[in-house]
């Protein structure tokens, strides 16, 4: 599961580190930095550019289908499993020709304590940027949607939540876009090397809290990486 991020590295170093041309619309609005990123908002993705290369988007997060009557699924589609991505029609046909990268800062997952859910941060040792396999699809007028695909959670991150994001090596980036058919074992080589972990303020539970402070530790006992 991945339901809130974090995305506040500049789109000019995100397109550096991904190797990718910054759209004309997103470099002339570029999103704000966010400490709290929910479904159905803005998001930064890579894909592969009709003109060659690799280019900067924005979409929102929450696929809507090309043959979908409206927008309301979006929320229900965040996530893509990739248990079941050649099976379900919404993801099937965007295996191809649709893949993309979402980076992320870093995302939060909630971890069941007691009878409560606690949440954590979790992110790259080396604090570059996650890149998170993910796919594409353009509906209506020109409304462009992504989702993040998850699969199993490797073995610390199943100490926290039993599924994860599809976490990309920054060397498998240009095999994941540009494969013909879907790079399967990319997906299955997802892992938590590399990635720190702490838990943080239930203040991340709200969206109207958008700030920095969400990342800092809550116990230093909790820190792992």
Known sequence: MCGRFVLATPVEALAE????????????????????VAPTTGVYLVRRSPSGGRELAVAHWGL??????????????????????DAKPTFRH??????????MDGYYEWATVGGGRAPWFVHRGDGRPLAAAGLWSRWGDGLETCTVITRDAAPRLAEIHHRMPVLLDHGDVAEWL?????????????????????????????????DEQLLDPTDPETLFG
């Open 17 to 36: 580190i991904f190797e990718a041309r910054i759209l004309g619309t997103v470099a002339a609005t570029p999103l704000r930095p966010s400490w709290n």
């Open 64 to 85: 809507v289908p090309q043959w979908a009557p409206d927008t309301r699924r979006a929320a229900n589609a965040i996530n893509a499993r990739l248990e079941t991505l």
């Open 94 to 103: 965007l295996l191809a020709h649709h893949r993309c990268v979402v980076p």
């Open 178 to 210: 540009e494969a013909p058919a879907l790079p399967r074992h990319l997906c299955d080589a997802a892992s938590d090397t590399g990635l720190e972990m702490h838990r943080v303020s239930s203040r991340v539970n709200a969206v109207r809290h958008d």
